[in-house]
Structures are given as C-alpha cells and as structure tokens.
C-alpha cells in the first residue's frame, strides 16, 4: 500500500517560513513525480509546484521566488520550503504522487493534507 505523510505544517506569522515535508512509502519513488497541492477554505484544491523523476520543477505563478520544491529519492521525501509567507498561503497542503507500486504500474496517490495557517 502507498503511503504519503505530510508534515510540518503550522501558524506562522507573515513573513515567516515553513518547510514541509512529505515521506512516502510503497512508491517506487524515485521514478515518480511528486507534487504539492493546496485548498483553502471554499477554494479549490490548487497546484501549488512539482517536481519531475528527473528533478525538473516548475511552480505556480503565485508562489515563485518564495516557495522550492525538492526530494531525497535516498530517503524517499519530498519537501517544500516555504518562505516570505502571506495570509492568502493559508490552506490544507496535500503531498500528491504519480507513479509505480507493487501493484500497479501507474496510479495516482495523495496524502492526508497538513495545515498551514499564516496569521498575525
């Protein structure tokens, strides 16, 4: 069974900073592209970046410049440094993959989501 565990969720001040992390299991990660997704409330869930088996990232206009995607395919995570925060970061943030398993050749997987809530 494919697992993915977000972590490091949290208030921060704005300004602030945050780095996510996401640890995933029963993936053959590092053939998989990885993404982070975010749903404020009464929003859509929205992409946030992604980052390719081949370490390409690409981000969501919004986030450029403040926010980096990256992953340790030796410790199966991916992470997403979060900096100079805005209230309007405040969403659920959802670690996704597209890849491989035990099971399946291709399928799509999602984790539980983690808050991120920017405040003063």
């Known amino acids: 069974q494919v697992q993915l565990v977000e972590s490091g969720g949290g208030l921060v001040q704005p300004g602030g900073s945050l780095k996510l992390s996401c640890a995933a299991s029963?993936?053959?990660?590092?053939?998989?592209?990885m993404g982070w997704y975010r749903q404020a409330p009464g929003k859509q869930r929205e992409l946030v970046a992604t980052?390719?088996?081949?370490?390409?990232?690409n981000s969501a206009d919004s986030v450029k410049g403040r926010f980096t995607i990256s992953r340790d395919n030796a410790k199966n995570t991916m992470y997403l440094q979060m900096n100079s925060l805005k209230p309007e970061d405040t969403a659920v943030y959802y670690c996704y993959a597209k890849g491989g398993s035990r099971i399946f050749v291709m399928n799509d997987y999602w984790g539980q989501g983690t808050q991120v809530t920017v405040s003063s």
């Open positions: 980052i390719n088996s081949g370490g390409n990232s």
């Open positions: 029963g993936l053959i990660f590092s053939l998989a592209t």
